[in-house]
């Protein structure tokens, strides 16, 4: 998979690919440009911008992939978070959203591709929805498609961002979290809760003498706490961020600090250590969070703006002309053509009619009709290690998944991620394949025959990230 993530002269590129062993084979590249690729998320010339990623991307060892895994700036999408009403029954949330959509948003929901998740603290529910306009997809996928790559997911920043500390959050406490990243010149970074994004707007501000790192953030804690916002926490990341001293700072600023660099390895440690860095070298995490916070999201989230499989509708290059002609003509003509070569037909059937005789009739003896021997099963395209699985708890069961996922391992798969289903009434396990990957629905079922009896089998959008899903249910013991 390619990480891509694109800022207003910046583009990080983060190139993963599976070994034999289950690691990821790591390549990656940055560079900032001089000239403006983006206005307000959007690209400003779509035959700039494609040469700049064109460059960035083959500068590392991609291997053939194509598919692109795109992160772009928050400020490139609708958003809005509301809280559900404790007391709205769970089919009627879509209605809620889409209402709450076309009241809040300035577009129709309509011209968006977008989604929504739901995150319960405490008792609260509050919704998240980030919404993408179909044009700006359409001038993406274009500039993506001059170089042969293909969006398969789309994601804000924020969110990969929020990723990256999401497991420090505990639910007993609401916290305010200010994520930072401090580059050379600049500060800057998004405003968080236990819920999520709290505020879209980015928080940015240029680095000088005057303008000092600790005193900007001390402000910011400061104007939020006039809000009735108390900052409780805040996340440095950033090549700035890899010479502060947390004590020292915490100290300076009045707000309790957590570097990226102890976080990672504390609580995504197994993440860490799945990326191989050619030398040995590690990996380069406070230039790269962005593009590690989306690859720690595609493993453990099923979230995607385009997971529904949206596709735009090709634009012609040329049309013809349209021509006026009259109806009564029109019909005569298909009628007296049809006409004539009904006729043709017929008299052609009739000299080729031969009539049976029944002079000097030999007696035949009927030879036996040879039967077609019934073809052999295709031999797979692919291998059961190049797979990518996802086993979702449908069941209910605590630890059951990593159960499911040892089984497969023993199989010998190899690319599995686990997670829970939406609910956990699922009865009968379901397996959802992409088409293009539809003989690994029966190399599964015969390599599980032992543990299941019967799957409900559905058809897995091409667009996901995952090639089979399998959420299983109280039939797997």
């Not at 042969?148 to 007993?172: G, H, N, Q, W």
């Not at 992409?434 to 897995?460: G, P, R």
């Amino acid at each position: 998979m390619l990480y891509l993530f694109i800022d207003t002269h910046t583009i990080k590129f983060l190139a993963l690919k599976k070994t034999l062993l289950g690691q990821e084979e790591t390549s990656f590249f940055e560079k900032t440009y001089e000239t403006q690729l983006l206005d307000k998320g959007q690209p400003i010339n779509v035959d700039l911008l494609a040469s700049a990623i064109k460059e960035v991307t083959t500068s590392s060892k991609t291997s053939g992939d194509n598919q692109i895994y795109l992160i772009l700036p928050q400020e490139a999408f609708f958003y809005f978070r509301t809280e559900v009403p404790s007391d709205i029954a769970p089919t009627a949330l879509n209605s809620f959203i889409n209402d709450k959509s076309r009241s809040l948003l300035p577009v129709i929901p309509e011209d968006l591709i977008g989604n929504s998740f739901i995150k319960e603290n405490d008792g609260q529910k509050v919704v998240t929805f980030f919404g993408f306009g179909k044009e700006s997809y359409e001038n993406y996928r274009q500039t993506l498609s001059l170089i042969d790559l293909k969006i398969v997911s789309i994601l804000p920043d924020s969110m990969a961002y929020f990723k990256l500390f999401e497991k420090t959050l505990r639910p007993e406490k609401k916290e305010v979290i200010l994520y930072t990243i401090i580059d050379e010149n600049s500060l800057s970074g998004y405003l968080f809760d236990n819920f999520g994004l709290l505020e879209e707007k980015k928080f940015s501000v240029d680095l000088n003498e005057e303008n000092k790192v600790e005193t900007i953030l001390k402000e910011k804690a400061e104007a939020l706490k006039e809000n009735k916002k108390k900052l409780n926490r805040i996340i440095i990341s950033g090549v700035g961020s890899d010479k502060i001293r947390q004590d020292t700072f915490t100290k300076s600023v009045g707000v309790w600090t957590n570097p990226l660099k102890r976080i990672v390895p504390t609580f995504y440690e197994s993440y860490l250590k799945m990326l191989v860095v050619d030398n040995n070298k590690s990996f380069p995490l406070l230039n790269l969070d962005v593009c590690f916070g989306a690859f720690i999201f595609s493993r453990e989230e099923r979230f995607s703006l385009i997971k529904n499989g949206y596709k735009v509708k090709e634009k012609k290059s040329f049309s013809l002309p349209v021509l006026s002609l009259p109806k009564k003509e029109i019909f005569l003509f298909i009628g007296s053509f049809v006409l004539s070569f009904g006729l043709f037909l017929l008299i052609s059937n009739f000299k080729s009619l031969s009539f049976p005789s029944f002079k000097n009739q030999l007696l035949v003896n009927n030879k036996p009709t040879p039967t077609t021997a019934p073809s052999p099963t295709p031999t797979p395209s692919f291998k059961k290690e190049e797979l990518r699985v996802q086993v979702l708890n449908g069941s209910g069961t605590a630890g059951k998944a990593s159960e499911f996922k040892d089984i497969l391992k023993e199989k010998g798969y190899q690319e599995i991620i686990t997670g829970n289903a939406e609910n956990y009434d699922y009865e009968l396990t379901e397996i959802q394949v992409k088409k293009s990957k539809s003989q690994a629905a029966a190399m599964i079922k015969e390599d599980l025959k032992d543990y299941l009896n019967a799957f409900k089998e559905t058809v897995l959008d091409e667009a996901e990230t995952p090639d089979v899903v399998i959420i299983f249910g109280t039939d797997f013991k």
